[in-house]
T-cell receptor, first 110, second 113 residues
């Protein structure tokens, strides 16, 4: 019940395209859903986050869509750039213990 | 404001040894959490400290322990190292207990030979 399932495992998009990463959770006690971006050799960096009382949150080229009834949320990266090539993790928490998805390795080709 | 710092950045140990990793949280942050990252298991929660007390613990054996000092700095210790302990150990800080926004350090890469 504590799992967060993430897909796809890897994703290749062309520069300027839209990258979409999906996550699903089971635990209805989760009340905060962050996305992290991780580059090789670095720690995860907070990208954007949403709470379940909001269906969508947009920050620049990054948008989270949240479907509370389906217990699913997704990250959309608009106008993807080669610099966005990284591993993306969704996560969920109730309090301060983060439960992470498996990660998606995104490659944006020039 | 300086970010989360972790030392050392890289460590090589042999089986059976013990290791201590250090984490300095963002100034003003009082909660420190530790995570283990491996290719097979992904990112897994180890434990959280707040006000020098362990508040939350993940499913790791007792060989993994930690502590927090009065200045919020934290250390984690792994005793009797096993090959499977090779991982990136990440520290994250947040302003208080139960605070959901966590900021990660660069991690300590531990290799056990």
């Amino acid at each position: 019940q504590q799992q967060v399932k993430q897909s796809p495992q890897s994703l290749i998009v062309q520069k300027g395209g839209i990258s979409i990463i999906n996550c699903a959770y089971e635990n209805t006690a989760f009340d905060y859903f962050p996305w992290y971006q991780q580059f090789p050799g670095k720690g995860p960096a907070l990208l954007i986050a949403i709470r379940p009382d909001v269906s969508e949150k947009k920050e620049g080229r990054f948008t989270i869509s949240f479907n509370k009834s389906a217990k699913q949320f997704s990250l959309h990266i608009m106008d993807s750039q080669p610099g966005d090539s990284a591993t993306y993790f969704c996560a969920a928490t109730s309090g301060s213990r983060l439960t992470f998805g498996e990660g998606t390795q995104l490659t944006v080709n020039p | 404001k300086a970010g989360v710092t972790q030392t050392p950045r890289y460590l090589i140990k042999t089986r059976g040894q013990q290791v201590t990793l250090s984490c300095s949280p963002i100034s003003g942050h009082r909660s420190v959490s530790w995570y283990q990252q491996t290719p097979g298991q992904g990112l897994q929660f180890l434990f959280e400290y707040f006000s020098e007390t362990q508040r939350n613990k993940g499913n790791f054996p007792g060989r993994f322990s930690g502590r927090q000092f009065s200045n919020s700095r934290s250390e984690m210790n792994v005793s009797t190292l096993e090959l499977g302990d090779s991982a990136l150990y990440l520290c994250a800080s947040s302003w208080g207990l139960g605070a959901d926004t966590q900021y990660f350090g660069p991690g300590t890469r531990l290799t056990v030979l």
